[in-house]
Nanobody, 127 residues
Framework: QVQLVESGGGSVQAGGSLRLSCTAS????????IAWFRQAPGKEREGVAR????????YYRDSLKGRFTISIDTAKNTAYLQMNSLQPEDTAMYYC????????????????????WGQGTQVTVSS
């Protein structure tokens, strides 16, 4: 069973930055499609970004382009989400997820096919 563990969340003021990490011992490498999702209280879960390093594929939610960057460090089996210029509307629980098949990745930010999920890490941005 693959277990994903997120870390790096916290409380920051508007304009600040955070880097979220997602680890899964021995599972995350260049062939793994990793995505970040978030869910704010009272709102539906939404996709943030996803990456498949083997094909140099990244995809971002339109509204987050330029502020968020997804990456993978294969040596550390870790995926990251660098978040800059954070705003109060970015406040949410952030989850990482891994696709169930290697070398495959959805063309969009649909959660379908993402088999493994972490428990989430809370990000709170104050104005």
């Amino acid at each position: 069973q693959v277990q994903l563990v997120e870390s790096g969340g916290g409380s920051v003021q508007a304009g600040g930055s955070l880097r979220l990490s997602c680890t899964a011992s021995g599972y995350i490498d260049s062939s793994t499609c990793i995505a970040w999702f978030r869910q704010a209280p009272g709102k539906e879960r939404e996709g943030v970004a996803r990456i498949l390093l083997a094909y140099d594929m990244t995809y971002y939610r339109d509204s987050l382009k330029g502020r968020f960057t997804i990456s993978i460090d294969t040596a550390k089996n870790t995926a990251y989400l660098q978040m800059n210029s954070l705003q109060p509307e970015d406040t949410a629980m952030y989850y990482c997820a891994a696709y169930g098949s290697r070398f495959l990745c959805p063309r969009d930010l649909s959660p379908t096919g993402f088999t493994y999920w972490g428990q989430g890490t809370q990000v709170t941005v104050s104005s």
